[in-house]
């Protein structure tokens, strides 16, 4: 079992930036392909950005490419989004997610999921 505990949401004007953690309990944190999704009020879950267990391979939705970033430590067991240049249509709750696959944009091969920050962006 892997718990996943988020960190660094709030609310930023537009044009702002925030860096987003995700802290993992886990000793294999290295085996695990890492996500992020998000999830705004009347909307489904959507993927945002995924990294390989090696950090070598990383991956965005087309709405967040060129301002987000995707990153992990496995030494320290997290992952973090930076997100640059945000905008209102960003505002959602993030939740990162954990997955057995060596990396993966589809939702349901994620096993583990944290319970999500909220980021409001304000304009």
């Known amino acids: 079992q892997v718990q996943l505990v988020e960190s660094g949401g709030g609310l930023v004007q537009a044009g702002g930036s925030l860096r987003l953690s995700c802290a993992a309990s886990?000793?294999?944190?290295?085996?695990?392909?890492m996500g992020w999704f998000r999830q705004a009020p009347g909307k489904e879950r959507e993927f945002v950005a995924a990294i390989a267990r090696s950090g070598g391979s990383t991956y965005y939705t087309d709405s967040v490419k060129g301002r987000f970033t995707i990153s992990r430590d496995n030494a320290k067991n997290t992952a973090y989004l930076q997100m640059n240049s945000l905008k209102p249509e960003d505002t959602a709750v993030y939740y990162c997610?954990?997955?057995?696959?060596?990396?993966?944009?589809?939702?349901?091969?994620?096993?583990?999921w944290g319970p999500g920050t909220q980021v409001t962006v304000s304009s």
């Open positions: 886990t000793r294999t944190f290295s085996i695990y392909g």
């Open positions: 997610a954990a997955s057995s696959r060596f990396v993966t944009i589809t939702k349901s091969n994620y096993d583990y």
